[in-house]
């Protein structure tokens, strides 16, 4: 007898689906709109963004060109792999770790998902201080590895979905943002979280392009920002973060689109206002600073109502809040 293939609910053949072609470059629609240059935007034009062109090699910056910063290269050692929590699974399979590290946005790098992680290489993260500032009564400014090591690290599985209708469910390592917060105590007056990644043009070709207003900066509320699932991350597959992840520190936030997830963090400033983002900047209509997955407001450009699973192929319907509705929705009641 022949053994049958039962889809999940919501699967849809691939046939079915839309075209990548259609909507995973954003960068041609930036040009088309006539946004590709802006005024007061610093950079060169990008080279290697279809795998077509690798840039000529260049010794990275010292460490120290980001911030002077005593690293902290024991501090989480030992660490990896962390025990995993159970009461984090998404009921979901891990996405293959091999395809998941080689297909990432990095616009820093390029805009080829599986160039990144080669461009990435060169990106120097010892010391990686990371600066705390704003409305807190403790600014603070430590290495990634010593910020990582307030408390505890463990194990999540997430899933993540991207704003182009793509996904897949990762085990991340970390503990809640809201220690983080905790340590520095914000001021009454702090109701937004705003970070920023690094700005190395001789680390990350990509940055070298005008189109874009580099460094990547993004913004939560505090709320949002203080919420459990909010997770400030070091590592995943149970080892530390490799660069094309955004090594060493990034956050994850996995109720909203992945861009809100930002890598490679380097500050983290809290403010009393609510912070432009960096895609929001670019195309406010599109990419809002809300951005929480939601299958029943499309994209402008493509529908949200399904995703494609990585490293499967497979089309699954979309879940609001990305599947963490029952956490999450009271934030937006």
Request: net charge positive.
């Amino acid at each position: 007898m022949a053994n049958l293939l039962i889809r999940p609910d919501g699967y849809l053949p691939e046939r079915a689906a839309t075209p990548e072609a259609v909507f995973l470059n954003r960068r041609r629609f930036l040009k088309a709109s006539g946004l590709a240059v802006a005024a007061g935007w610093s950079g060169g034009a990008l080279t290697g963004c279809n795998g077509h062109e690798e840039p000529a090699a260049q010794a990275p910056p010292p460490a120290t060109a980001v911030k002077d910063a005593t690293p902290a290269k024991n501090a989480t050692a030992g660490a990896y792999p962390a025990r995993r929590n159970p009461g984090f699974d998404p009921g979901a399979q891990v996405t293959d770790e091999k395809v998941a590290t080689h297909y990432n946005n990095f616009y820093e790098f390029t805009l080829d998902k599986q160039g990144v992680a080669r461009l990435a290489q060169r990106m120097v993260t010892t010391p990686w201080p990371v600066e705390v500032s704003g409305l807190v009564e403790k600014p603070l400014t430590l290495d990634a590895q010593e910020w990582l090591a307030l408390a505890p690290l463990e194990e999540r599985v997430y899933r993540f979905r991207c704003v182009e209708a793509w996904s897949m469910v990762v085990p991340w390592t970390g503990f809640p943002l809201a220690r983080l917060i905790e340590k520095v105590q914000p001021k009454p007056e702090a109701k937004f979280i705003r970070f920023e990644t690094f700005g190395m043009k001789d680390w990350a070709p990509g940055m070298r392009d005008a189109s874009y207003p580099w460094p990547y900066f993004e913004g939560l509320r505090m709320d949002e920002a203080m919420h459990p699932l909010t997770l400030l991350t070091g590592g995943i597959y149970g080892k530390p973060l490799p660069n094309q992840h955004g090594a060493p520190l990034r956050i994850v936030v996995p109720w909203k689109y992945g861009y809100k997830s930002i890598k490679s963090i380097v500050k983290i400033q809290f403010v009393a206002t609510q912070p432009k983002t960096f895609w929001e900047t670019l195309l406010p209509r599109e990419y809002p600073f809300e951005s929480n997955v939601n299958p029943a407001v499309p994209h402008p450009r493509w529908s949200q109502a399904t995703e494609r699973v990585i490293d499967t192929g497979d089309r699954v319907k979309t879940q609001l809040y990305n599947g963490y509705g029952n956490q999450v929705a009271k934030l937006y009641s």
